[in-house]
């Protein structure tokens, strides 16, 4: 199943405080977070990210970046946050710390769908959970876009407190990037250079079919023109640990944030934030489907020739070429189109699913729509403007061009790019078009609904979202590999790890969870001892009892 992976997006939004052009971004982010923890989530839960198992340091070719040499953003860790040591596969105890007074305000927020909802930098970033396909990736990267904009709707009705509106856009068009970032857990085996070779001339060509379309052209926007990304112009290095300088095509920090021995965490930083479903679905698909291929070893001559002579400054040639005519020099001397290029990793794939014979229904989708986004691309770019973001995003400025009489440099066409991405229905043009039905939806919005109260039901982010659900008073802290529990009946914390994300799903620990009346009773059963001939506890049946974990 090429498809089926462990995936997720986490999605750092812009943000403007009506009136207020000096107001303080991190302040207001952390308006935002602390809005929806105390009045969309009534303050069921404080608990804090456990910063035990964040490694950001650690570097895919080998090494570790030295912490006195590296960039303050890179340091997404806490090193003043307790790190008992332990087994990473049995639940370990911490000494509980001494109270603290309430802050006033949260910045992190452990989102009952999974998510994590948090400041970082200078940026309101929702980190959805983790799902297994495309299609949930879109439902729950869209449940995020909900969260920040129901954030701004709370935060709005409190007195004395600022409007904030956010945009899911990744630039400001005054030289700052903020990121939206792809995580795909790969089989350890796959050789990183391998991921480098194959994943850089995909990855530059890929804006074609999920870019989000940008008016200006640089960091600053300094040049008119309309280009297909809006992270072209932020790429500076071919291979690179940095996120928020030096931005690299292929980024090496190896954080799997799963058993090291069995997976790396292929964190992509070059992507656009997608409003349009069929990008982020493309986008997330295809380059799964890409990492199945390097996974079973079945990669062939066609790709090892797609090598780009310089990849760097073919991202920003992509990102400029409208008409997707632009020629690429290649590492042979040959030149191809971006469109070419895909095809070429399309055809591939599509050929080599067949001959595996483990095609499903999703991978089948998957392929098939890929193929026909490729196909209107090459015969009529204007005709994929239902499913290609920045195709649907120009046909609108296009618009105004023609009856205003506008050129690119136009600030009212500034303003309509920045409008398309604001979160607010009543003033978003993506919104618009979704309602006009110009644009393909591939969720509805009753499952967006369903979506913020409800996390995965099959990867382990079920477990944490549930535990906060239903025990959230008793959860101290939690992150993607472990879940802390604070039970009055316990002289210490418990932590309990999750470092398998295809464990703690509804079909593993569901009967568990639904007779355990608290945490206290949640945890007796997990650490529980079985009997000489008797049958282990439902959750450890999957887990055996040394290895209590959901």
Not at 486 to 511: F, I
Request: net charge negative; charged share 25%; proline share 8%.
């Amino acid at each position: 199943m090429s498809v089926r992976r462990i995936m997720g997006i986490e999605t750092e939004y812009g943000i403007l405080g009506v009136g207020l052009p000096n107001a303080n971004p991190m302040l207001m982010s952390a308006q935002l977070v602390t809005a929806y923890a105390t009045e969309a989530l009534g303050n069921t839960s404080r608990a804090k990210w456990d910063y035990q198992d964040e490694d950001p340091l650690r570097d895919a070719r080998g090494w570790r970046l030295d912490r006195s040499a590296a960039d303050p953003s890179l340091l997404t860790d806490n090193p003043l946050a307790p790190a008992p040591e332990g087994d990473p596969h049995r639940i370990t105890t911490r000494r509980r710390p001494a109270p603290q007074p309430e802050p006033s305000t949260v910045a992190n927020v452990i989102l009952p769908n999974g998510a994590r909802y948090y400041v970082d930098h200078a940026h309101p970033e929702y980190s959805g959970p983790e799902v297994t396909n495309p299609l949930d990736g879109v439902l729950w990267d869209r449940a995020g876009d909900e969260v920040l904009l129901r954030s701004s709707r709370l935060l709005a009705q409190l007195p004395g407190m600022p409007e904030v509106v956010p945009y899911k856009n990744n630039t400001d068009g005054k030289g700052a990037s903020y990121g939206t970032h792809e995580n795909y857990l790969v089989d350890r085996d796959v050789a990183f250079d391998e991921i480098i070779t194959f994943l850089t001339p995909f990855l530059v060509t890929r804006p074609i079919f999920c870019g989000a379309g940008r008016v200006g052209l640089g960091q600053r926007g300094e040049l008119p023109g309309y280009q297909i990304s809006q992270r072209a112009d932020f790429i500076e290095a071919e291979v690179g640990l940095e996120t928020t300088l030096r931005r690299p095509i292929i980024n090496t920090r190896d954080e799997p944030h799963a058993e090291p021995s069995r997976y790396r965490r292929l964190h992509v930083i070059v992507g656009d934030a997608n409003l349009v479903h069929v990008s982020t679905y493309l986008k997330l698909g295809t380059t799964a489907a890409l990492l199945w291929l390097l996974e079973q070893g079945r990669v062939g001559l066609e790709l090892s020739a797609l090598r780009l002579a310089d990849p760097v400054a073919a991202a920003r040639e992509v990102s400029r070429d409208l008409t997707l005519s632009t020629p690429l020099d290649l590492d042979d001397g040959r030149t191809m189109t971006a469109l070419e290029i895909q095809r070429v990793y399309c055809d591939v794939i599509t050929r080599e699913v067949a001959a595996s014979g483990q095609a499903d229904p999703a991978t089948e989708n998957l392929l098939r729509r890929w193929a026909e986004v490729l196909e209107r691309l090459d015969s009529d770019v204007q005709s994929a403007a239902r499913e290609v973001e920045w195709v649907a995003k120009l046909r609108v400025l296009e618009g105004m061009r023609r009856r205003h009489g506008l050129d690119w440099d136009s600030p009212r066409l500034a303003a309509l790019d920045l409008q398309w991405s604001d979160l607010r229905p009543e003033r978003s043009v993506y919104s618009r078009l979704e309602t006009a039905g110009a644009v393909e939806t591939l969720v509805e919005h009753a499952e967006v609904e369903r979506a913020l109260a409800q996390a995965p039901s099959d990867t382990r982010a079920y477990f944490r979202g549930e535990a906060i659900r239903r025990y959230g008073p008793q959860v101290a802290a939690a992150n993607w590999d472990a879940v802390v529990f604070d039970v009055a009946e316990s002289e210490s914390l418990q932590r309990v790890p999750t470092p398998d994300p295809w464990r703690g799903t509804r079909a593993h620990v569901g009967e568990l969870l639904d007779r355990s009346a608290d945490a206290g009773a949640l945890l007796a059963e997990l650490t529980a001892e079985p009997q000489p001939g008797e049958r282990p506890a439902p959750a450890s049946a999957a887990a055996p009892p040394t290895d209590a974990t959901p």
